[in-house]
Antibody
């Protein structure tokens, strides 16, 4: 059974750095063609892809946010970590991680998401 | 940046057919994927590679593509199909994963 679960702070102050952790199970990150992405959804708005790290440790970022994002992985812990710098109230959203397939470039399993509010 | 356009809402009576469109420039050259997001739940993939369906999803869901529009069709709509539906493609020119704005399906 494939599961992903996000964890991190629910409240972040403006200008602070957000660090989120995705802990996954049921698949191996060394499997060719697999990756883990971060995706967010502001309240009442659409989904927005943020970043992906692939099985070969290649990392890609949203063109509009790449200057603020860093994605990394810890295979021993089966975790993927996302950091986002200089948080702003417009970054308030539910942040989700999802297993990503390179073939077709889609998200086949999702976590439930973790809400993050940016407020002073 | 690449844009996918969806109708904000689609209303359909139980037992009827719902069609949700997703428009994008040259979408015919891209693989289109569809996600269902029920209220308060995580998205699940409903259709991938334009028309393939996960084995656990009922055959009432199907996907198609013509010209600059992809379509998700839900046949014999049930109350449990009420959800937001998002289309998604990968834009190779910008290496960006693009979602549509989402369509809320309401079962009357």
């Amino acid at each position: 059974q494939i599961t992903l679960k996000e964890s991190g702070p629910t409240l972040v102050r403006p200008t602070q750095t957000l660090t989120l952790t995705c802990t996954f199970s049921g698949f191996s990150f060394t499997t060719r063609g697999l990756g883990v992405s971060w995706i967010r959804q502001p309240p009442g708005e659409a989904l927005e892809w943020l970043a992906v790290v692939w099985w070969d440790d290649d990392k890609r970022y949203s063109p509009s946010l790449k200057n603020r994002l860093t994605i990394s992985r810890d295979d021993s812990k089966k975790q993927v970590v996302l950091t986002m710098t200089n948080m702003d109230p417009v970054d308030t959203a539910t942040y989700s991680c999802a297993r990503t397939r390179m073939a077709g470039r889609f998200f086949d399993f999702w976590g439930q998401g973790t809400p993050v509010t940016v407020s002073s | 940046s690449y844009v996918l356009t969806q109708p904000p809402s689609v209303s359909v009576a139980p037992g009827q057919t719902a069609r949700i469109t997703c428009g994008g420039n040259n979408i015919g050259s891209k693989s289109v994927h569809w996600y269902q997001q029920r209220p308060g739940q995580a998205p699940v993939v409903a259709i991938y590679y334009d028309m393939d369906r996960p084995s656990e999803l009922r055959a009432r869901f199907s996907g198609s593509k013509s010209g600059n529009t992809a379509t998700l069709t839900i046949s014999r709509v049930e109350a449990g199909d009420e959800a937001d539906y998002y289309c998604q493609v990968w834009d190779s020119s910008s290496d960006d994963y693009v979602f549509g704005s989402g369509s809320k399906v309401t079962v009357l």
